[in-house]
């Protein structure tokens, strides 16, 4: 499992880094929070108010399901980056 992601560094933490980014505004939405809170007056953060988040355990089921969410993705562009040997390739 870690071979193929170990393949595909780059376009791993490209795609988990919109991915959790995206899953942090839907658990803004989520959790109760508006349109109002997104810009909180002693945080420099977007989507960032106080109250936001879950505790060890969830962090670590996020963590979990975005590895999981990403593996098929990361498998098939590692297939792909096999067998198509353009130079663009080496950087992703």
Same mark, same amino acid.
């Not at 991915?19 to 002693?42: C, E, K, T």
């Given at each position: 499992?870690?071979?193929? @992601? ?6 791993? @933490?490209?795609?988990?880094? @919109?991915?959790?980014? !995206?899953? !942090?505004?839907?658990?803004? =939405? ?11 007056? $002693? ?5 960032? %108010? $106080?109250? /936001? ?16 969410? /990403?593996? %098929?993705?990361?498998?098939? =562009? ?12 080496? =950087? /992703?």
């Amino acid at each position: 499992m870690m071979s193929v @992601y170990g393949k595909v560094p780059m376009i791993f @933490y490209v795609l988990h880094f @919109y991915l959790i980014h !995206v899953l !942090v505004v839907i658990v803004f =939405y989520l959790q109760g929070f508006g349109s109002a809170d997104i810009i909180s007056p $002693n945080n420099p953060f977007l989507f960032k %108010p $106080n109250g /936001l988040g879950f505790g060890l355990w969830g962090v670590y089921g996020i963590w979990a399901m975005v590895v999981l969410l /990403l593996f %098929p993705v990361c498998k098939r =562009y590692g297939l792909y980056k096999s067998s198509h040997h353009q130079w663009w390739l080496s =950087y /992703l």
